[in-house]
């Protein structure tokens, strides 16, 4: 049983490019959830999606960001002209249900922004 | 405002020594409190939820325990496999899609 996938591990972007995070939940999940974790700081909810459909989107900087999860495929963390305040470790988590049900992470992909 | 607080924020100890972490939160309508442990460069690892004051959940050696206001994770005779960063979130009623996290304890079990 695959756990939660997420690529690339690494990625290093410089200022003004575009970084694209997937995450492929574990097979059987449909709630698919973004975290960011920046230097000595906790972890931070971003975006709680569902398949073609952004439930919550409260975490998630208003501008240069967004997500989707489409029907066939993986989620996707898009961030646009990246700065290099972006540069942090990005997780991704999926669950069968949602509220209440625990969460499967990956092993996060981490951003550098040169 | 939802807030977590866990303490200390490192902890060294000797096989064998047992210690507790602290875990404190603030939150209007407390869903569920989880315990996660995540090694370096890996994802957080689900450990305990917990749902009501009084509550306490076991596993190997660690055992977790919940109040009104804080939640405490002991260890018991810890290895050095259960050297790690370990991190407390809460859980709302409403908005319980989204977990709340402190900053994390980093354990280290010296041998």
């Known amino acids: 049983n695959a756990g939660v996938m997420q690529n690339p591990r690494h990625l290093v972007r410089r200022r003004g490019q575009e970084a694209r995070l997937r995450c492929s939940p574990m097979?059987?999940?449909?709630?698919v959830y973004w975290y960011r974790q920046l230097p000595e700081e906790g972890l931070k909810f971003m975006v709680y999606l569902q398949k073609e459909n952004i439930i919550d989107e409260s975490g998630m900087p208003k501008e240069r960001f967004s997500a989707e999860f489409p029907k066939e495929g993986p989620s996707i963390l898009r961030i646009q002209q990246v700065v290099r305040g972006d540069s942090a470790a990005y997780f991704c988590a999926s669950s069968l249900g949602q509220g209440g049900e625990k969460l499967f992470f990956g092993s996060g992909t981490q951003l550098s922004v040169l | 405002e939802d807030q977590v607080t866990q303490s200390p924020e490192a902890l060294r100890l000797q096989e064998g020594e047992s210690s507790s972490l602290n875990c404190s939160y603030t939150?209007?309508?407390?869903?569920?409190l989880f315990w996660y442990r995540q090694d370096p460069g890996k994802g957080p690892e689900f450990l305990f939820t917990l749902y009501s004051a009084g509550e306490e959940k076991e596993k190997e050696r660690l055992k977790a325990t919940l109040t009104k206001k804080e939640s405490f994770l002991h260890i018991t005779a810890p290895k050095p496999e259960d050297s790690a960063t370990y991190l407390c979130a809460v859980q709302r009623i409403q908005g319980a899609q989204k977990l709340v996290f402190g900053q994390g304890t980093r354990l280290t079990i010296n041998p």
């Open positions: 097979k059987g999940h449909s709630h």
């Open positions: 939150v209007s309508g407390l869903r569920g």
